[in-house]
């Protein structure tokens, strides 16, 4: 049976960096809606055009389309084994759709580390948080710079800041988060499958805390 991760949290709580290393680690797929809309938009796809007139807000993309690309990427054969999904689902009604579509792959959600931190945290991570063009992979100019400014360690490629890790519009981020994707903690509560980690440590602390709670 192929395996699911949900990981769940705040915007800049680390679950990007983290759903990367833990897929190098575990051999599953990783899956980022929000890299799958940022794909989109470099590309220019009507879906990418879309996605952009919420992701400026730093608004949800609405759910049918969000649904309908995660679903289109899980049908892949790279997810065979299943996937680890880093910012999908973020609303109860995503939830219920990838619960509907996972059985379809005869999988369920396995498990849901919750990282948590707080918001002063997760403002300050945001700010200085410097992406790379082609990869995703994020840096932190004070806390975990690349090696060299402006180039990523991973891949050489240029490091850029996101359109949406401005002050205002993080600030609008985290408010939707509170209000539209927390709901979602009690939800997997309930199911029994929340585990939640201390997402204010170090990478590596973090990552020894999630394998731990996916080992049991
Ligand atoms: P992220 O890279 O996860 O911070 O996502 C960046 C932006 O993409 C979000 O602020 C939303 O506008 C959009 N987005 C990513 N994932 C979702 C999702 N599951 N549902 C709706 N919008 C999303």
């Given amino acids: 049976m192929p395996t699911f991760i949900v990981l769940l ?3 800049g709580v680390g679950k ?3 759903a990367k290393i833990l897929s190098k680690k575990t051999g599953l797929a990783h899956i980022s809606s929000g890299d799958l809309f940022r794909e ?3 590309n220019q796809t009507e879906l990418g055009k879309l996605a952009q007139t919420y992701m400026t807000k730093g608004e ?3 759910d049918d389309v969000t649904v309908a ?3 289109d990427r899980l049908t892949r054969p790279e997810c065979k084994m299943g996937a680890i999904l880093d910012g999908f689902p973020r609303t109860p009604a995503q939830a219920q759709a990838l619960e509907t579509m996972l059985q379809d792959f005869n999988g369920q959600v396995d498990s849901v580390p919750f990282i948590a931190a707080g918001e002063d945290v997760l403002l ?3 700010t200085s948080r410097w992406t790379c063009r082609a990869e995703g992979h994020v840096f932190n100019a004070k806390t975990n710079p690349p090696q060299v400014t402006g180039k990523c360690d991973f ?3 240029e490091l850029y800041q996101r ?3 401005k002050e205002e519009t993080v600030k609008n981020r985290i408010k939707v988060y509170f209000n539209q994707t927390s709901p979602l903690i009690s939800y997997y509560q309930n199911h029994g499958k929340l585990v939640e980690i201390n997402g204010a440590q170090s990478i590596d602390r973090v990552t020894q805390d999630l394998m731990a709670a996916l080992n049991k």
Avoid: A, C, I, Y
């Fill in 9 to 11: 949290g705040p915007p």
């Fill in 16 to 18: 990007g960096t983290q």
């Fill in 40 to 42: 989109n938009l470099k």
């Fill in 60 to 62: 949800l993309v609405p």
């Fill in 69 to 71: 690309m995660v679903k």
């Fill in 124 to 126: 300050e991570r945001l």
């Fill in 155 to 157: 891949d050489g490629s």
């Fill in 163 to 165: 359109d949406d890790d």
